[in-house]
C-alpha cells in the first residue's frame, strides 16, 4: 500500500492550509510555564516533528524553560528522550528511560493516573488550562474537523480544552478516514447517561473530532511514521505461561458454558502478552473479539481469519517494523474489523463491566496473597505508569495476571516475582481472580482465606527453587486473617536468606 501524500492531499480546509508554517515557527507558540496536551498512546499517534524540534527551540533560545505534558500513554524515546529535560511535570503514564532518571532524581514530577479517569479529569479541568494542544492527524476534512492517525488517546479532549491548537499532518502514514469512534466524556453538571453500546462493534461517536478553528495557530507536515515497538520472540517463559492461561480459559469454557464463544479480550503490550494472543490463535475458540487498549502484532493474523476473528476495539495500533507493513497491506480489510476510540472509552468501567471482559496484563512483581504491582521496582524506582491495567483488573469478568515466576537482574542475581508481600501495590487482592506463571496458575475466585490462597499461589507459581523460602515466610507471619511478619529481626533474617538465595539461585534452573 502506497501512504506517502501530499499537504494539498489530506488539508481539504483552504483557511488551515493557509496557516501551514515550518515547525520552527509552529514551537513559539510553547513557552516556559505552558500546559501541553498531546496526542500518543504506546509510541503511536504522537507529534514526531513538533516535539523534537520544541525540544532543540528550547536548548538553543531558553535553556532554563519547564512546561507540563499530559498524553494518553507512553510516548518513543525519540520524541520524549529530547524533551525530558525541560519537562517539570508529567501525567498520567510514561515508560521513558530518560524522564525515569529525571522522576527519580526529584525533577519531574510525575502523576500516575487510571487511564479511564485521566481525560475525564482533563475535561473537567483538574489539571488546570491546557494553553496549547498538539496533535498528529491524518486528514483536515473541509468543515475543519480532523481525522485522527494511528491512536486517539486524550487527542479529542486536548483539541476541546485547549486555548491553542497546532496540528501535525502525517503525510507519511495512510489516511485513517473510517477508524475512529469519537466521544468526549460528559462534563459535571451535565449528566453522563448510560453509553449506548452492547457489542465491541457498536459505534456511537463520530469518525472525526470537531474543534474551533480559530483557536488553531499553527499546522506542521510531519513526514516520519510511527516509530516501530520491538517484539521478541516468544520464549519458553512466554509459552508456557501463554499455555497456563489457556488452559485456565478452557477450564471456564466447559465450568462456565461459553461454548466457542470467548467474552472479548483484553490483552497487555510485551512479549508474554503476545504468546498469549498466539496461543489463543490455536485454541478451540471462535469469532474472537478484542476490547482492548492496544491492537498489536500478535492480533494481526486474526484479521485475516473471518472464522476466528469477529472484531477489535482500541485507542491505539501500536506495532513492530514488520507487523506495520502487514498492516499497511492489509488496511481496508482492517478498517472493517477494527475501531479506535478515545482512552476513557476504550477503558471505561461501565463497558468493561458490561461486556464482560476478560482483562490479562503482565505486572513486576507479585505477592502470595495476590496484590500486585505494575509500576516500581523495590517499592520506589518507578518503572512505567500504571497504565490501564487497573480500570481492565477491577471491572473485567475475570482478571488474570500473568508474569514469570523469576526475573534476573542485571547484577547477577535471580529474584522472584512471587513474594510475601510487594512494596507497592497497584491492584489489590480483590481485583486479581487468577495468578499464572510458567509453573501454572492458582485462582481467587471461591471462598476461602488468604493463607489457603497463599499455599497455592506458593505451591503452583512460585518458582521451585524458592518456595521452600516463602512457606517460611508464611510459617513465621503467624495467625490472623492476612498475616504479616512484624518482628523486625525476624523479617530482616527472612531477607538477608532470600537474598543469599537470589545469588545462588541455579542458571540452568
Known amino acids: 500500500m502506497t501512504v506517502t501524500s501530499t499537504l494539498k492531499d489530506r488539508i481539504e480546509n483552504a483557511d488551515l492550509l493557509a496557516k501551514v508554517v515550518p515547525v520552527e515557527e509552529a514551537v513559539k507558540h510553547v513557552v516556559h510555564g505552558n500546559t501541553v496536551a498531546i496526542s500518543g498512546f504506546t509510541k503511536s499517534g504522537e507529534p514526531k516533528t513538533f516535539l523534537p524540534a520544541l525540544a532543540w527551540h528550547f536548548s538553543q533560545t531558553a535553556p532554563d524553560a519547564r512546561i507540563t505534558l499530559l498524553s494518553g500513554a507512553s510516548l518513543s524515546e525519540d520524541v520524549e528522550g529530547p524533551m525530558a529535560p525541560f519537562i517539570a511535570k508529567r501525567g498520567p503514564y510514561m515508560s521513558s528511560p530518560a524522564s525515569r532518571r529525571r522522576i527519580h532524581a526529584g525533577e519531574m514530577d510525575f502523576t ?23 496533535v498528529e492527524v491524518s486528514r483536515i476534512r473541509k468543515n475543519g474537523s480532523v481525522v485522527l492517525t494511528s491512536s486517539v488517546g486524550i487527542s479529542a479532549e486536548a483539541l476541546a480544552r485547549a ?49 474551533d478553528l480559530r483557536k488553531v495557530v499553527a499546522v506542521v507536515e510531519s513526514r516520519t511514521p510511527d516509530h516501530p515497538v520491538p517484539f521478541k520472540a516468544a520464549d519458553d517463559t512466554a509459552r508456557r505461561i501463554a499455555e497456563h492461561v489457556i488452559d485456565f480459559l ?14 472479548p479480550i483484553q490483552s497487555g503490550v510485551g512479549n508474554v502478552a503476545n504468546a498469549i494472543i498466539g496461543q489463543l490463535y490455536d485454541s478451540p475458540f471462535q469469532k474472537i473479539r478484542f476490547w482492548t487498549e492496544v491492537f498489536q502484532d500478535g492480533m494481526l493474523r486474526y484479521v485475516e481469519d473471518d472464522a476466528k476473528f469477529e472484531y477489535a476495539s482500541a485507542t491505539a495500533v501500536s506495532f513492530s517494523s514488520e507487523g506495520r507493513q502487514r498492516f499497511l497491506d492489509m488496511f481496508e480489510r482492517s478498517k472493517d474489523r477494527l475501531v479506535l476510540r478515545p482512552m476513557w472509552l476504550s477503558n471505561s468501567p461501565e463497558i468493561i463491566s458490561r461486556l464482560f471482559v476478560i482483562a490479562m496484563n503482565t505486572p513486576i512483581e507479585v505477592d502470595i496473597y495476590g496484590h500486585v504491582n505494575s509500576t516500581h521496582i523495590d517499592g520506589s524506582r518507578i518503572v512505567n505508569g500504571l497504565g490501564g491495567s487497573g480500570d481492565f483488573f477491577r471491572n473485567a469478568y475475570l482478571s488474570i495476571v500473568h508474569t514469570p ?52 499461589i506458593i505451591d503452583r ?26 518482628d523486625m529481626k525476624v523479617l530482616q533474617g527472612w531477607w538477608a536468606d532470600y537474598d543469599a538465595a537470589t545469588r545462588a539461585f541455579p542458571q540452568n534452573g
Open 112 to 134: 500516575d493516573v487510571h487511564l479511564s479517569a485521566f481525560a475525564r479529569n482533563l475535561m473537567y479541568g483538574f489539571y488546570g488550562d491546557i494553553d496549547v494542544a498538539v
Open 163 to 211: 486555548k491553542k491548537i497546532v496540528l501535525e499532518v502525517n503525510t507519511s502514514g495512510p489516511d485513517y478516514t473510517g477508524f475512529h469512534d469519537i466521544v468526549l466524556p460528559a462534563v459535571h453538571p451535565h449528566v453522563g447517561w448510560p453509553l449506548p453500546l452492547v457489542n465491541v462493534r457498536d459505534r456511537i461517536g463520530n469518525p472525526y473530532v470537531e474543534l
Open 250 to 263: 478452557m477450564r471456564c469454557r466447559e465450568q462456565y458454558q461459553w461454548g466457542k464463544r470467548l467474552p
Open 405 to 456: 515466576s523469576t526475573r534476573k537482574l542485571r547484577d547477577g542475581r535471580t529474584v522472584s516475582c512471587v513474594m510475601p508481600y510487594v512494596r507497592h501495590i497497584d491492584h489489590t487482592e480483590h481485583d486479581i481472580k487468577c495468578v499464572v506463571t510458567e509453573q501454572g496458575y492458582a485462582l481467587n475466585m471461591d471462598i476461602r482465606s488468604p493463607k489457603r490462597r497463599a499455599q497455592d
Open 461 to 486: 507459581c512460585a518458582h521451585p527453587y524458592f518456595r521452600p523460602l516463602l512457606h517460611a515466610y508464611l510459617d513465621m507471619a503467624g495467625p490472623g486473617d492476612e498475616p504479616r511478619a512484624t
